[in-house]
């Protein structure tokens, strides 16, 4: 199981929850998901499960929140483990996006 | 179809050939017309000839048969009376004294105009025909023609006895009045067997003839083309590469090989100065080359104060080489980059890394693995084990990095830059502790050390 996704919609919010890791071979599927989203106002990505991203996952979070937000739709990552929330930073996500996009993980 | 194509597949290839072809197909003709109009030419002469001989023959015979004698067996048609033995042993002496001759007889016109009987002849017509058998006319102009003169036939007649070319002349009484005619025959096939004899004599001169041709041709093509065997022998090394560009073709015939091969030698020298010219920029250009490649990698080596290394594509079989190795994967698909990732946590967990350590390593493994896979297709990635740390080091044979876009890719971090590709490398610099880089056409070859012992403790 590399990478598994649960889509939750209610009230046309909906909740993607991952569970495994984020690099070239799973990319794809969490474009699909996000791709398969109709009639939703807010999109929340929960990251609690996820166990490891590298630049090509941040890449495609950025791609899929840059679709997002020019659709008028508010795009939230939550629960992000600190080390993937680390490769976040170094990319300059939250600079881009807005801090309050990204949610740490509280531990 | 396929016979026309046959045709043509062995028309190519040099001019010596194709022009032998030819003046062969050319000769053989003019030769077959000149022996055929000499052969029909001498084929008139013979006839002509034995015309001649056959009407001479029977004339002889006429002049010398007595006409009164001849009347007499008219009269007294007698095989075995005085006259007849006589006439029959004077064209017997005749024909013995002419080998071309093969009949002589006498005819004798009887009371109407058209009909002729034989009288005597030679002893061999004597199984044929007998004194008063019926003479079928073949040509009746020629037989009233011979009431007055000796004549031949214009050409050959065939009857039950063969074909024969046939002489007449009159046999006169001692009143000057024609009483019959001598016909003396030269059968066909001693004509036939001279013409063959000149036939083959026409044949032999025909193929002695096309010989000496063909050879003089041959020889005279050969000698005209050599020059062009020169020049071809001469390009064909140039494209060979192997040809010397300096060397140049000596042709003096005084024609267009000679200007050709002029042509040729001034083609080559240009073609000589270009090279040298491109082999000086392309030196020159090696040299800028090497210049920019030391200045980056002083400027990069200084940045990240010895961390960064770029190395020159020889250099880095030492770096490759170093330690021991661990163990290898072959980085072809996605999947492999997880592979790799979850080998790396592994090995150096076993060597009590600190997770964070592991962490930072698996993210470097991940770039350099999916560099491979986005770039080049595949890759070779080695876990060594070195002095004081980990040493993982991946290999392609993809088509390079472009060296004026290092320095972004190491120092740029993000997506706020607009350099898309190779933000990798930013964070690979950030979490290696020491980093060997080679890249040209052939490939690429990085390696990541990570150390046991913090670099700045």
Same mark, same amino acid.
């Given at each position: 199981?590399?990478?598994?996704?649960?889509?939750?919609?209610?009230?046309?919010?909906?909740?993607?929850?991952?569970?495994?890791?984020?690099?070239?071979?799973?990319?794809?599927?969490?474009?699909?998901?996000?791709?398969?989203?109709?009639?939703?106002?807010?999109?929340?990505?929960?990251?609690?499960?996820?166990?490891?991203? /590298?630049?090509?996952?941040? @890449?495609?979070?950025?791609?899929?929140?840059?679709?997002?937000?020019? &659709?008028?739709?508010? +795009?939230?990552?939550?629960?992000?483990?600190?080390?993937?929330?680390?490769?976040?930073?170094?990319?300059?996500?939250?600079?881009?996006?807005?801090?309050?996009?990204?949610?740490?993980?509280?531990? | 179809?396929?016979?026309?194509?046959?045709?043509?597949?062995?028309?190519?290839?040099? $001019? !010596?050939?194709?022009?032998?072809?030819?003046?062969?197909?050319?000769?053989?003709?003019?030769?077959?017309?000149?022996?055929?109009?000499?052969?029909?030419?001498?084929?008139?002469?013979?006839?002509?000839?034995?015309?001649?001989?056959?009407?001479?023959? +029977?004339?002889?015979?006429?002049?010398?048969?007595?006409?009164?004698?001849?009347?007499?067996?008219?009269?007294?048609?007698?095989?075995?009376?005085?006259?007849?033995?006589?006439?029959?042993?004077?064209?017997?002496? %005749?024909?013995?004294?002419?080998?071309?001759?093969?009949?002589?007889?006498?005819?004798?016109?009887?009371? @109407?105009?058209?009909?002729?009987?034989?009288?005597?002849?030679?002893?061999?017509?004597?199984?044929?025909?007998?004194?008063?058998?019926?003479?079928?006319?073949?040509?009746?102009?020629?037989?009233?023609? +011979?009431?007055?003169?000796?004549?031949?036939?214009?050409?050959?007649?065939? /009857?039950?006895?063969?074909?024969?070319?046939? @002489?007449?002349?009159?046999?006169?009484?001692?009143?000057?009045?024609?009483?019959?005619?001598?016909?003396?025959?030269?059968?066909?096939?001693?004509?036939?067997?001279? &013409?063959?004899?000149?036939?083959?004599?026409?044949?032999?001169?025909?193929?002695?003839?096309?010989?000496?041709?063909?050879?003089?041709?041959?020889?005279?093509? !050969?000698?005209?083309?050599?020059?062009?065997?020169?020049?071809?022998?001469?390009?064909?090394?140039?494209? %060979?590469?192997?040809? /010397?560009?300096?060397? *140049?073709?000596? $042709?003096?015939?005084?024609?267009?090989?000679?200007?050709?091969?002029? $042509?040729?030698?001034?083609?080559?020298?240009?073609?000589?100065?270009?090279?040298?010219?491109?082999?000086?920029?392309?030196?020159?250009? !090696?040299?800028?080359?090497? *210049?920019?490649?030391?200045?980056?990698?002083?400027?990069?080596?200084?940045?990240?104060?010895?961390?960064?290394?770029?190395?020159? &594509?020889s250099k880095s079989n030492p770096i490759s080489c170093e330690g021991n190795l661990l163990t290898e994967? !072959?980085?072809?698909?996605?999947?492999?980059?997880?592979?790799?990732?979850?080998?790396?946590? *592994?090995?150096?967990?076993?060597?009590?890394?600190?997770?964070?350590? $592991?962490?930072?390593?698996?993210?470097?493994?991940?770039?350099?693995?999916?560099?491979?896979?986005?770039?080049?297709?595949?890759?070779?990635?080695?876990? #060594?084990?070195?002095?004081?740390?980990? #040493?993982?080091?991946? +290999?392609?044979?993809?088509?390079?990095?472009?060296?004026?876009?290092?320095?972004?890719?190491?120092?740029?971090?993000?997506?706020?830059?607009?350099?898309?590709?190779?933000?990798?490398?930013?964070?690979?610099?950030?979490?290696?502790?020491?980093?060997?880089?080679?890249?040209?056409?052939?490939?690429?070859?990085?390696?990541? /050390?990570?150390? *046991?012992?913090?670099?700045?403790?």
């Amino acid at each position: 199981m590399m990478l598994e996704i649960k889509t939750e919609i209610v009230n046309e919010v909906a909740t993607l929850h991952f569970d495994g890791f984020l690099d070239i071979s799973t990319v794809d599927s969490i474009e699909i998901s996000v791709s398969k989203l109709i009639d939703i106002h807010e999109v929340n990505l929960d990251f609690d499960k996820i166990t490891f991203v /590298d630049s090509t996952g941040i @890449g495609t979070i950025s791609k899929i929140l840059r679709k997002l937000n020019s &659709e008028g739709v508010t +795009a939230k990552i939550r629960n992000i483990p600190a080390g993937v929330f680390e490769v976040f930073e170094i990319l300059g996500l939250p600079e881009i996006f807005g801090e309050e996009v990204f949610q740490m993980k509280n531990y | 179809m396929g016979k026309v194509r046959k045709l043509r597949m062995w028309y190519k290839g040099s $001019i !010596k050939r194709k022009m032998t072809f030819k003046v062969t197909i050319y000769v053989s003709l003019i030769l077959l017309s000149i022996l055929s109009s000499y052969y029909y030419i001498f084929h008139h002469i013979f006839k002509e000839r034995f015309q001649v001989e056959v009407t001479n023959i +029977a004339a002889t015979a006429a002049s010398l048969i007595d006409g009164q004698e001849h009347n007499r067996l008219q009269t007294h048609p007698d095989e075995n009376s005085v006259e007849y033995r006589k006439i029959q042993r004077l064209l017997q002496v %005749l024909i013995d004294n002419n080998s071309h001759i093969k009949h002589i007889y006498t005819l004798r016109k009887l009371n @109407g105009v058209t009909k002729w009987e034989y009288v005597v002849g030679a002893d061999n017509t004597k199984d044929h025909y007998h004194i008063g058998d019926n003479y079928a006319v073949i040509d009746q102009e020629v037989i009233k023609n +011979a009431n007055n003169a000796p004549v031949a036939n214009n050409d050959f007649e065939t /009857d039950q006895w063969g074909t024969f070319l046939s @002489g007449f002349a009159p046999i006169k009484d001692n009143k000057g009045q024609t009483v019959g005619i001598v016909c003396a025959n030269i059968t066909a096939e001693s004509i036939i067997k001279q &013409e063959i004899g000149l036939g083959l004599w026409a044949l032999f001169l025909f193929v002695i003839g096309l010989e000496l041709m063909i050879h003089m041709t041959y020889v005279a093509i !050969k000698k005209s083309t050599k020059p062009l065997d020169e020049i071809v022998f001469s390009i064909r090394g140039w494209q %060979l590469g192997n040809g /010397d560009l300096q060397e *140049k073709l000596n $042709i003096q015939t005084g024609d267009e090989f000679e200007v050709l091969g002029e $042509i040729m030698n001034q083609a080559s020298h240009l073609l000589f100065q270009e090279k040298r010219m491109l082999e000086e920029d392309l030196e020159k250009s !090696k040299m800028e080359r090497d *210049k920019i490649f030391n200045v980056y990698r002083d400027v990069i080596f200084s940045v990240t104060q010895g961390k960064f290394n770029l190395l020159n &594509e020889s250099k880095s079989n030492p770096i490759s080489c170093e330690g021991n190795l661990l163990t290898e994967v !072959k980085i072809v698909q996605p999947s492999d980059v997880n592979t790799a990732r979850v080998l790396i946590n *592994k090995m150096l967990a076993q060597e009590k890394h600190s997770p964070e350590k $592991i962490n930072h390593a698996m993210l470097c493994i991940s770039e350099a693995a999916t560099n491979v896979i986005k770039h080049a297709n595949y890759g070779v990635m080695q876990i #060594r084990k070195i002095a004081n740390g980990i #040493r993982v080091t991946i +290999a392609d044979e993809g088509p390079g990095m472009e060296m004026d876009k290092l320095p972004n890719m190491v120092f740029l971090n993000g997506f706020s830059t607009k350099i898309s590709c190779g933000y990798g490398f930013g964070i690979i610099n950030k979490f290696a502790d020491k980093i060997y880089l080679t890249t040209s056409r052939n490939g690429t070859f990085l390696a990541m /050390d990570f150390l *046991k012992v913090d670099k700045t403790a």
